[in-house]
């Protein structure tokens, strides 16, 4: 397994990966290079790499990239789902679980939600509480917080150039 860390404007992330795809994105403090694993940024992860840094420049609102998320089935229908909500928007918890299938799974989703090992590429940071409130996150809220802000202030931006 390869590995690189990314210094962002959220802080520190590990991105994890093999000759194929990129199987993980963690925050150091929940996730490290593990035994075995190789430094570099060859493959899947250079390219997440360079994706990553390109979103956080404002310079990119999807992300093209070889993923392998490894969870139960739910979870990574959950993760599709995610994967098309739209760069600057958010749905609530209670419209994924609808768009999953499952429109009493609220909770379920939520959790599934929280797993996801590859927040931001799929982004699960872009689900909030159905009452407007951020909900959780699994870098923290004021991640969650900048996450959804450096998006909205690059949609602005970007519709404004558009405008032009």
Known sequence: ?????????????????????????????RGKAEAGWVESQRGPVGE???????YFAGERSDFVLPLAPRGTEFQRSVWRQLQGIPYGETISYGELARR????????????????????????????????????GFGGGLPTKQTLLALEQGASIRNRAVAGR
């Open 48 to 54: 997440a790499v360079r994706q990553l840094r390109e």
């Open 1 to 29: 397994m390869n590995y690189a860390y990314l210094d962002t404007p959220i802080g520190t992330l590990l991105i994890a990966g093999d000759a194929d795809a990129v199987l993980q994105i963690s925050f150091p403090s």
């Open 100 to 135: 999953v299938g499952s429109p009493k799974a609220s909770r379920a989703v939520g959790s599934a939600n929280g797993k996801n090992p590859l927040p931001i590429v799929i982004p699960c940071h872009r689900v909030i509480a159905g009452d407007g409130t951020l909900g």
